[in-house]
């Protein structure tokens, strides 16, 4: 089992920046498959970011070259460093492990893009 905590969020102008963080309750040296989803109000939850097999990387188009995913596995961490941030951007964002058969999500992160 892992639990999933996330922290990062808040409140950004356009064209700002932010780092979410999304601390594992156990080692995530095995676990090949995690990633950043959001969900607007209304709208459906969709991928963000995702670090698949432990190396490659898939983004969603609407942040490519904005959005970076990475991990540290000696702090048991995914990170997501969201950049030229945009109002539509705005959404609760959560974490999510795929171990095995089973998947894990957060308790999701604010994010909201205002000026």
């Known amino acids: 089992q892992v639990q999933l905590v996330e922290s990062g969020g808040g409140l950004v102008q356009p064209g700002g920046s932010l780092r979410l963080s999304c601390g594992a309750s156990?080692?995530?040296?095995?676990?090949?498959?995690m990633g950043w989803y959001r969900q607007a109000p209304g709208k459906r939850r969709e991928l963000v970011a995702r670090?698949?097999?432990?190396?490659?990387?898939n983004y969603a188009d609407s942040v490519k070259g904005r959005f970076t995913i990475y991990r540290d596995s000696a702090k048991n961490t995914v990170y997501l460093q969201m950049n030229s941030l945009k109002p539509e951007d705005t959404a609760v964002y959560y974490c999510?492990?795929?171990?095995?058969?089973?998947?894990?999500w957060g308790q999701g992160t604010q994010v909201t893009v205002s000026s």
């Open positions: 156990r080692s995530i040296f095995s676990i090949a498959d």
């Open positions: 670090i698949v097999s432990g190396t490659r990387v």
């Open positions: 999510n492990a795929n171990v095995g058969a089973l998947e894990y």
